[in-house]
Nanobody
């Protein structure tokens, strides 16, 4: 089992930045693909970004490209999502997810991930 705990959400003005963190515990962090998803109010959960164990392979949704950066610190069992130039449409609950069976072509699919955090709210508003 893997336990995931997100933090770093909050209220930010348009154009601002936030850094989300996801701390993992339980099963070894080694070999995992980590991802961030988000779910706006009344909408489906969709992928934002993903990163493989080494950090050498990443995925970004079109909405995140150029503004968000995913990274991980394996020594700290933590994955991060740096979000810059935030827009009101980025408002959502952001979830961290882990998979030990994901491959490059499956990074964006929720069904690929077996472990999920409880989510952290990000609100972008003036």
């Amino acid at each position: 089992q893997v336990q995931l705990v997100e933090s770093g959400g909050g209220l930010v003005q348009p154009g601002g930045s936030l850094r989300l963190s996801c701390a993992a515990s339980g099963r070894t962090f080694s070999g995992s693909v980590m991802a961030w998803f988000r779910q706006p109010p009344g909408k489906d959960r969709k992928s934002v970004a993903a990163i493989n164990w080494s950090g050498g392979s990443t995925y970004y949704a079109d909405s995140a490209k150029g503004r968000f950066t995913i990274s991980r610190d394996n020594a700290k069992n933590t994955v991060y999502l740096q979000m810059d130039s935030l827009k009101p449409e980025d408002t959502a609950v952001y979830y961290c997810a882990a998979s030990y069976r994901a491959y490059i072509g499956s990074y964006s699919y929720p069904d690929t991930y077996d472990y999920w955090g409880q989510g952290t709210q990000v609100t972008v508003s003036s």
